[in-house]
């Protein structure tokens, strides 16, 4: 009931039940790359309770890396979002 009235995250887009965009963009040349983190797949349980996704990027033109980070609760809500070598690019700026 309560989780209808939830916030969004502004950068962690739903895709069904099953999975999350992402996108990032890195550091280095603004490249921009889409990531889909499926649970079961990417995702796995975290030691401190919920779920914890960590995914090395290599932009497919540049060749840029970046390494992205989520932590989510045990509801698939994400708690904490780092990306080294670049930036959680936010939904509303998706084409």
Do not use: C, N
Not at 3 to 27: I, M, P
Not at 35 to 46: A, D, N, P, Q, V
Not at 62 to 83: C, H, N, Q, T
Request: no cysteine; hydrophobic share 35%.
């Amino acid at each position: 009931m309560f989780g209808f009235f939830s916030k969004r995250d502004e950068h962690v887009q739903s895709e069904g039940d099953r999975a999350f965009l992402v996108r990032v963009r890195t550091t280095k040349s603004g490249e921009v790359v889409q990531l889909r983190l499926t649970k079961g797949g990417e995702i796995s349980s975290s030691e401190e309770g919920g779920y914890y996704v960590r995914k090395a990027i290599v932009a497919p033109k540049s060749l840029d890396r970046a390494v992205l980070e989520i932590w989510f609760d045990r509801g698939y809500k994400p708690k904490r979002k780092e990306v080294e070598g670049g930036e959680l690019v936010p939904i509303r700026e998706w084409e």
